[in-house]
């Protein structure tokens, strides 16, 4: 199993990024994915999640600037991050939850810095 994470970066306020997670080796379809970050000296904490039926919820601290969606037939969970702020600077992890079984996976991380 492999969920590659990629298209973090440096970004000044009020920029935008795109993330992307490719993933393989699980059946994508019957998996709820999901975008956390960790803030140095902070505990991991949810971004955004989508079910395997395209239902979304996204955190408070990011609703109305970004969005998560998915791609069932490229196996794949992006994440449109506009209007980016400081407190967006983290490591934003991809998550691969199965919603038939206890099968929970994580991506490398990519790194987002957003410069004041």
């Known amino acids: 199993v492999q969920l590659q994470a990629f298209g973090g970066g440096l970004v000044h306020v009020g920029g935008y990024l795109r993330l992307s997670c490719a993933a393989s080796?699980?059946?994508?379809?019957?998996?709820?994915m999901g975008w956390y970050r960790q803030a140095p000296g902070k505990q991991r904490e949810l971004v955004a999640r989508i079910t395997r039926d395209g239902s979304t919820i996204h955190a408070d601290s990011v609703k109305g600037r970004f969005t998560i969606s998915r791609d069932n037939a490229k196996k794949s969970v992006s994440l449109q991050m506009n209007g980016l702020k400081p407190e967006d600077t983290a490591v934003y992890y991809c998550?691969?939850?199965?919603?038939?079984?206890?099968?929970?996976?994580w991506g490398q991380g990519t790194l987002v810095t957003v410069s004041s």
């Open positions: 998550n691969a939850r199965s919603a038939v079984s206890s099968n929970d996976y």
């Open positions: 080796g699980i059946a994508f379809g019957l998996y709820d």
